[in-house]
């Protein structure tokens, strides 16, 4: 034990030798910075006074483990290296003279934030919690939701020196057999030293795909609320140790066109919200490229839209100003981002307004190009997924760039690239298919997707 936690070498290892029922020698194990102050010492406490667990000692060791040990989250350990890994993962270990097995304690106390809304995926209605960094604690947030004896919640180690634990929870009789034996095959397989970022290591090692294809392969979510109702629809959900939010599986395209609000409010207004949500993103990958081509090409331009066309010369391309518009709006964020949180928001929206406002007046930009790509900045944030957002980026500078050199043909050729892109997005084996339920086609599946389904409906098909 001493070699394996480098005892002596590792400050913050904690060995204690003691003499319980002041006869038998013992060396307690833990790690000073998870330990439980309050419980160790009881533990230890009981384990010096109690005159009478000698008498256990060497003739019965279940009988000393029963009751040398009152505390309910212990175990006998027979490996030294598996009480080594136990101690490096926070809990405590005794080993007894006279007792083969090393007595595993779990009295772990890690420090850790309280659970509160998180900042990427708020609601105007509903709980205010979000997953935290505690793999344990998550998992309760889950079974706090979903009181059913068919929740099943089973554990994972990955990562050679990391040795990280993952969760998977699922209803045992909704969720996929054939998905769910395919991702425990795909854990099991996995050969990394450590998944140092996270559910993104593990989507990479998973499902893989073409580093060329920008669109998203996995749904996240901070929300337990949100996790437990793809829980109930049949979903997996994957839990890492030290990471706060939850891998959705399996993951489809139209699984993106989902918010959290839309399931707070009425079906009408859910129903709206979702369309508003679909149009707006919808033209955010379309707009800039159209009215590009429109004015490039003024033979397809209508009369009555003839007021789009910027007027006068212009000093820099339009093309190129999309594009170097582009690029900025990502400065700005990242801007935003890295300042501290008192300049954070006066750094996005005053830097976007004085810098496009000198822009126009030295004539580096033209108005119309600052006011399609606001919308277009905007529109962004119609939905959460960060990865879906650059995904539709990226698509629509191809098509820009494509439509500058081809006209009327590279627009379509840039559209056709985006479907094949969005067809050919790989998903984890044993997953319908990234469009699904469009393709294999789904009736059902569709409309629950694309609308919001009242409760009053899915209680009546139940009954």
Not at 106 to 130: H, I, Q, T, W
Not at 303 to 314: R, S
Request: hydrophobic share 45%; aromatic share 12%.
């Amino acid at each position: 034990m001493d070699e394996g936690l480098g005892y002596g070498i590792n400050f913050d290892i904690v060995r204690k030798r003691l003499m319980i029922s002041g006869e038998v020698e013992a060396v307690f194990y833990g790690i000073n910075s998870f330990g439980n102050g309050e419980l160790t010492e009881q533990i230890v406490e009981y384990l010096i006074k109690n005159k009478s667990l000698s008498s256990y000692l060497p003739k019965n060791p279940e009988g000393f483990f029963k009751n040398a040990i009152p505390y309910s989250e212990s175990s006998a350990e027979p490996s030294v290296d598996r009480a080594v890994y136990f101690v490096m993962s926070g809990t405590s270990a005794l080993v007894v003279k006279g007792l083969s097995d090393i007595i595993i304690i779990d009295s772990r106390r890690y420090s850790m934030r309280g659970v509160g809304e998180p900042a990427n995926d708020k609601v105007l209605r509903g709980p205010r919690e979000g997953f935290i960094e505690s793999l344990v604690v998550n998992t309760g947030l889950i079974r706090r939701r979903i009181r059913d004896t068919s929740l099943r919640v089973r554990k994972h180690t990955i990562g050679k020196r990391t040795k990280t634990d993952v969760a998977l929870c699922y209803l045992e009789g909704r969720a996929s057999n054939k998905l769910l034996e395919s991702i425990e095959n795909k854990l099991g397989s996995l050969c990394l030293d450590g998944i140092n970022m996270g559910l993104e290591s593990i989507a990479e090692v998973m499902i893989g795909g073409r580093w060329f294809n920008p669109f998203p392969r996995i749904r996240y979510t901070e929300r337990p609320d949100a996790a437990c109702a793809m829980i109930m629809e049949g979903s997996i959900i994957l839990l890492c140790d030290n990471y706060p939010s939850a891998m959705i599986l399996p993951t489809t395209f139209f699984s993106f066109t989902q918010d959290t609000n839309d399931f707070y409010f009425t079906p009408f207004i859910g129903k709206y919200l979702k369309m508003v949500r679909l149009v707006v993103y919808s033209l955010s990958l379309m707009l800039t490229p159209v009215w590009y081509l429109l004015i490039s090409t003024p033979e397809i331009l209508p009369g009555w839209l003839e007021f789009i066309v910027p007027k006068g010369d212009q000093n820099v391309p339009i093309l190129l100003q999309l594009i170097g518009v582009e690029i900025c709006v990502d400065g700005l964020k990242l801007a935003s981002l890295n300042a501290p949180d008192t300049m954070s928001s006066s750094l996005g929206i005053i830097g976007g307004l004085l810098l496009g406002d000198f822009a126009v007046s030295v004539g580096w930009l033209s108005e119309n190009v600052i006011f399609y790509m606001s919308f277009v900045a905007i529109a962004n944030f119609t939905q959460p997924n960060f990865e879906l957002g650059y995904a539709f980026k990226f698509m629509r500078i191809i098509t820009l760039v494509l439509t500058g050199l081809f006209h009327v043909w590279g627009f379509w050729a840039g559209i056709l690239l985006t479907i094949v892109m969005i067809v050919t997005t790989p998903t984890i084996k044993g997953a319908p298919g990234y469009l699904y339920p469009l393709v294999p086609f789904d009736k059902e599946a569709l409309w629950r997707v694309m609308s919001r389904v009242s409760l009053d409906e899915c209680q009546k098909k139940n009954k």
